[in-house]
C-alpha cells in the first residue's frame, strides 16, 4: 500500500487518533456478534468508538485551534458516551469481564491521551504558539 502524506492527513501521526481506530476495531469485534434484539444499542456504541478518531481527524484538518479544540472536546464527549455504553453491556452481562477488561485498558489509555491533546492545544492557546497557516 502506498503511503499517500500531506499536510491534511498529519493527524495520522498522532498516537491518540491511531488508538482510537484501534478501539473502534477491538470495539467491532466485539460487539458485532451481538443478537439482533442488540443491534441498535451495539451499533450506537461501535458509532460512538468510530466518532472519536473521526472528530480528531476533522479538528486537525480544520487547522484552526478554536476548531480544533471544539473538535477534540466533542471526540472526548463521544469517549464518555463510549465508556458509558460498555459500563452497561458488562453489567448487564452481554460481554464478559475479559472483553471488558481488554477494551477498557485501551480506552482508558486513549482517553488520556486525548485529555492530554487537548491540554497541549489549550496551553498552545495560552501562548499564542499556533499557526493557522497551511
Known amino acids: ?19 482510537a481506530i484501534e478501539l ?3 470495539t467491532c469485534k466485539h460487539l458485532i456478534p451481538f443478537p439482533f ?12 468508538a468510530h466518532s472519536i478518531s473521526r472528530n480528531i ?3 486537525h484538518s480544520r487547522k ?3 476548531e480544533y479544540l471544539n473538535f477534540c472536546n466533542i471526540a ?13 453491556f458488562q453489567r448487564a452481562g ?6 471488558f477488561e481488554e477494551i477498557d485498558e485501551l480506552h482508558f489509555k486513549m482517553e488520556n491521551e486525548l485529555i492530554q491533546l487537548i491540554k497541549s492545544l489549550h496551553l498552545k492557546q495560552k501562548e499564542g504558539t499556533w499557526d493557522d497557516q497551511i
Open 1 to 19: 500500500m502506498i503511503e499517500r502524506k500531506n499536510i491534511n492527513r498529519g493527524f495520522k501521526k498522532l498516537r491518540v487518533w491511531n488508538d
Open 24 to 26: 473502534y476495531i477491538l
Open 37 to 48: 434484539e442488540l443491534k441498535k444499542v451495539s451499533a450506537n456504541c461501535i458509532d460512538a
Open 57 to 59: 481527524a476533522e479538528g
Open 64 to 66: 484552526s485551534l478554536k
Open 76 to 88: 472526548l464527549g463521544s469517549s464518555g458516551e463510549y465508556h458509558s455504553c460498555i459500563c452497561s
Open 94 to 99: 452481554q460481554i464478559t469481564c475479559e472483553a
